[in-house]
């Protein structure tokens, strides 16, 4: 245990985000975990580590008694007296024990502790880091595509981790190489299973992409209301501008769609209806079924209403199969009954 090994502690601190004082717990762990495979599980141990004289001890405890009844544990008064006149009925008895004089099998259950803490010291640095960016959008390179379950192998700043085939935007293709945007929906900290769990096709990434796309909504000028989504087809997000000089469907479109076109080549060619966001019900049901043209909105309950457009308009107000419809209902929680004129 000498200064390289000291070195390597803060090297581990350094490069993976281990902490040092978790690895010193770890070691501490793995020389008590040898020293009892050496000399018995009821043996007395203390393990001292001295990061300041990058220096480590191991020190075998026997408590000073009248009558030895476990020489593992005790030690007797005329004993000790010997090696000191200090010692008294009741004190304890220290003896250093040298970790290179463990024998092999001891010293590999000690390796074995210490590879293991290394390792839940890495995942807990990830879990940590991924946790700082929860329900955001993080950029990755397609590291490996495996091709019989179709998930992929990212490498992100944190380290690897996997984009399921069922969280990415069905039809789309990855290459080694290829750098994508991921929303980083859920940290696992339990101790199995995968660290995090990162999406493609979460309506949270629709919504943080036109965070970054567009300063308005950056800036708190614009809001978003609401998002839904059938990844691969069609997204209905819901804007609203708190300053009436500022239009939210515009602000969000751009000069020449530039930032409505970056997000929908992101996506992967997926349409994106902007909806101007209302308190007003029949309003808000209107601009929902975009790209539709409605005649009229009539409420029927507190959370249905009937939708009045023209015949041209009926199949694009449904959508197909229904998706349309199904959308801008999810959008403003409204039981959605639509009747040609």
Known sequence: MNNEFFAALELLEKEKGIPKEYM????????????????????????????????????????????????????????????????????????????????RLSAA?????????IREGERRAMQEAYENKREEIITATVDKVDFETGNVLLATDDGRAVLRYEEQIPGESFYPGDKIKVFVQEVNKESKGPIVTLSRSHAGLVRRMFELEVPEIADGVVMVKGVCREAGSRTKIAVYSRDPDVDPVGACIGNRSMRIDSIVEELRGEKVDIVKYSEQPEEFVAAALSPAQVLEVTMTAERACRVLVNPDQLSLAIGKEGQNVRLAARLTGMKIDIKAE
């Open 24 to 103: 010193i717990e770890k070691i501490e762990a793995a020389l008590l975990s040898a020293f009892k495979k050496e000399y018995g599980n009821g043996t007395n141990v203390r393990i001292h580590i001295d990061e300041v004289k990058k220096d480590v001890r191991v020190y075998q405890q026997h408590e000073v008694v009248e009558e030895v009844e476990d020489p593992q544990t005790q030690i007797s008064l005329a004993d000790a007296k010997a090696i000191s006149k200090r010692y008294t009925v009741g004190k304890i008895v220290e003896t250093e024990v040298k970790p290179k004089n463990f024998r």
């Open 109 to 117: 259950a000690a390796k074995s502790v210490i590879i293991q803490g």
